[in-house]
């Protein structure tokens, strides 16, 4: 929100600035007081393996409860938070939280099989200081093995203070933590960051899952499979929304899905129904992928 000089060289504000201006200062002043008044909820979508249809993890994605506008997709505050800086308070309320929940899952089902829990993280949390010790801490607070727990980024953050960035990712892969780079391709032309940074799950986005069913170019797709192939990584295809999509991607080799396809992001209390409907030789029955032919 700039001023803009007038030909005097004054600055002056135009109305429609102003308005905007008004506008995210409220939402500013609500977003601090939903932290304080605990209005933010985590609902989680099943990550689910290609292989055998099982759900093998959950994605946490915050939503915002406003008392007025009802529940507020991310999208709609979470840039304003990385903004205003109060994304750093929100996200460790995130991964405290769904840390939390996923031991309760653990603890319900079938421990061995260790349901994973993946949280996205913000380059402006990568920047805390104390990001490493903050997320030991909830580690060892809520009993969550390191082991279960991966942290999702996009390729952005690679990009930004390389060394520092590096040491953060260095010392949280140390703990344990599986790192993800979220949204995969969209981003940047080059992959040399790959061979730089300390990463195991490649995201694929969704507009490139998208493509294997409109007829669109799949060229890439296939690439970014093969890339993850190449580099002994795990591939996560996001949106999957036809079992056609399921289908190719499964066939060059896509090692996990996630998408509305087997279920949209879910309250946490679908989650233990859905681990429950698991069939008796404890595989968990969302849709699996038929066999390739
Ligand atoms: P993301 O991490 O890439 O999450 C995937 C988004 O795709 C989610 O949107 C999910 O609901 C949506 N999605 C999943 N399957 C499908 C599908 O089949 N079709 C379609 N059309 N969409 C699908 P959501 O929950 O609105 O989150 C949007 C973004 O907000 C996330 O994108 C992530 O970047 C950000 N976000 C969410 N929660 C957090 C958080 O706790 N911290 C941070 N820093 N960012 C978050
Ligand atoms: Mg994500
Ligand atoms: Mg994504
Ligand atoms: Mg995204």
């Known amino acids: 929100y700039q001023a803009k000089a007038d030909a005097g060289g004054f600055a002056v504000f135009v109305p429609e600035m102003h308005e905007g201006l008004v506008a995210r200062m409220r939402l500013e002043a609500d977003l601090r007081k939903a932290l304080t008044d605990d209005q933010f909820i985590v609902h989680y979508q099943p990550m689910v393996s290609m292989r055998t249809g099982e759900i093998t993890g959950v994605e946490a994605l915050v939503r915002w409860q406003h008392p007025e506008r009802g529940l507020v997709p991310p999208n709609e505050f979470i840039p304003l938070a990385e903004a205003t800086g109060l994304i750093r308070p929100l996200g460790l309320w995130v991964l405290r939280e769904s840390c939390r929940q996923a031991v309760t899952w653990a603890a319900a089902g079938d421990s061995r099989r260790g349901l994973k829990l993946s949280v996205n993280v913000s380059a402006r949390q ?18 969550l093995p390191a082991q279960r727990l991966t942290l999702e980024m996009t390729e952005s953050v690679l990009l930004e203070k390389g060394e520092e960035t590096l040491a953060t990712l260095t010392a949280l892969r140390d703990l344990g933590i599986r790192l993800a780079i979220d949204d995969f391709g969209t981003g940047y032309s080059s992959l040399s960051y790959l061979h730089s940074f300390p990463v195991d799950i490649l995201k694929i986005d969704r507009s490139f899952v998208e493509r294997l069913s409109t007829g669109g170019d799949t060229a890439l797709i296939s690439t970014i499979l093969r890339l993850g192939q190449t580099m002994k990584l795990e591939t996560v295809a996001e949106g999957i929304e036809h079992p056609q999509e399921l289908l190719l991607l499964r066939r060059q080799g896509c090692t996990t899905g996630q998408g509305y396809h087997f279920s949209p992001p879910v309250p946490a209390a679908r989650i233990e129904e859905l681990l429950a409907e698991a069939s008796p030789d404890g595989r968990r029955s969302v849709p699996a992928p038929r066999p390739a032919t």
């Not at 805390?128 to 580690?139: K, N, S």
């Open 126 to 143: 990568l920047q805390q200081d104390d990001l490493v010790e903050q997320v030991a801490g909830i580690l060892r607070e809520t009993g």
